[in-house]
């Protein structure tokens, strides 16, 4: 299983960025894409997932409304629309994946993921 995790930059308050998460070594309708951010000095914490099969999908609390998860299944990718980016939005952004047979459905928590790509750092300015 590989995940690469791209689209990072820097942006000012409310702007938008794309981040794209390449999955391969896996079938993509077997498993759910979770994206994950850190923060310095803070600990990992759940963003948004997919359920490429289905197409369901589930967001913190801090990003509804304004970040949108989507599955391009031909290109076994995952995207993460980011809008209305806030300071509090810097964090360096990993996509993970884990087989569905072993999803607890809405499960957002690091430990619900068995597969990590690297990070793409998003850096959001005042």
């Known amino acids: 299983v590989q995940l690469q995790a791209s689209g990072g930059g820097l942006v000012q308050a409310g702007g938008s960025l794309r981040l794209s998460c390449a999955a391969s070594g896996f079938t993509f309708d077997d498993y759910v894409i979770g994206w994950f951010r850190q923060a310095p000095g803070k600990e990992r914490e759940g963003v948004s997932c997919?359920?490429?099969?289905?197409?369901?999908?589930h967001y913190a609390d801090s990003v509804k409304d304004r970040f949108t998860i989507a599955s391009d299944n031909a290109k076994n990718t995952i995207y993460l629309q980011m809008n209305s980016l806030k300071p509090e939005d810097t964090a360096v952004y990993y996509c993970a994946a884990v087989d569905r047979v072993w999803y607890r459905a809405g499960g957002l928590e690091p430990y619900d993921y068995d597969y990590w790509g690297q990070g793409t750092l998003v850096t959001v300015s005042s």
């Open positions: 997919i359920s490429s099969s289905d197409g369901s999908t």
